[in-house]
């Protein structure tokens, strides 16, 4: 079973500001993988940021990286340079290798103050 | 466009009126996955097909919901007997099978909106 928990219902950033938000997980796989994802409003879901979990090297894309705490399972997303854009809710992910199906968390709404 | 596409984007019925909704995946991909998602929540594992096989079912899936792929392209997702309950967005999604963090990117539609009055 997976479980991921996201603690932070809402956070705000100002633009070009750097802002994190936290996601903790639980899972009884082996092997998995954990995504961000991002869902503007009234927009499709879009992959921002994977990181396979037996990778020690923290992910990067861009302005966007995470923070890997395999041990704490931990797993937090932080945005630099913040832009108007990146106003959205923010999903944390898990997926196992063994199974087909992402268990999400609560979700972040990521509010960007110009 | 080689996205995830669905339809109908917004789906307004009465109680207990069954409803049909349809996910075309990316061509490739093998793997095709139905969520749910309520206001302000995330996306809800629902079922999902390899090929033709549904291969699991979320026990959110009552009886009065079934899908289908039937030649593994295109599938259906049918709501019999709609509850307000019922009310949320179905999101769609697919994938590639396979080993390697490629192949567990899934990729998502626009969703269907169910407002079940």
């Known amino acids: 079973a997976q479980t991921v928990t996201q603690s932070q219902p809402e956070m705000s950033v100002q633009e070009a500001e750097t802002v994190t938000l936290s996601c903790t997980y639980d899972?009884?796989?082996?092997?998995?993988?954990l995504f961000w994802y991002k869902q503007p409003p009234s927009r499709q879901m879009i992959l921002v940021i994977r990181?396979?979990?037996?990778?020690?090297q923290n992910a990067t894309e861009n302005r966007f990286s995470v923070n890997f705490q395999k041990a704490a399972k931990s797993f937090s997303l932080k945005i630099s340079d913040s832009q108007l854009g990146d106003a959205a809710m923010y999903f944390c992910?898990?997926?196992?290798?063994?199974?087909?199906?992402?268990?999400f968390g609560q979700g972040t709404i990521l509010t960007v103050h110009p | 466009d080689t996205g995830v596409s669905q339809d109908p984007r917004h789906k307004i019925t009465k109680r207990g009126q069954n409803v049909t909704f349809r996910c075309d995946p990316i061509?490739?991909?093998?793997?095709l996955y139905w969520y749910r998602q309520t206001l302000g929540q995330g996306p809800e594992f629902l079922t999902y097909?390899?090929?033709?096989?549904?291969?699991?079912k979320s026990r959110l899936l009552s009886d009065r919901f079934s899908a289908e792929r039937p030649k593994g392209s295109f599938s259906t997702l049918e709501i019999q007997r709609t509850e307000q309950g019922d009310s949320a967005m179905y999101l769609c999604?697919?994938?590639?099978?396979?080993?390697?963090?490629?192949?567990?990117?899934?990729?998502f539609g626009p969703g269907t909106r169910l407002t079940v009055l």
């Open positions: 999604a697919s994938s590639l099978s396979g080993t390697g963090i490629g192949y567990n990117e899934q990729f």
């Open positions: 061509s490739e991909h093998n793997r």
């Open positions: 899972t009884s796989e082996s092997d998995y993988y």
């Open positions: 992910a898990t997926i196992g290798t063994s199974y087909g199906k992402l268990t």
């Open positions: 990181q396979e979990a037996y990778k020690q």
């Open positions: 097909f390899q090929n033709e096989a549904q291969l699991e």
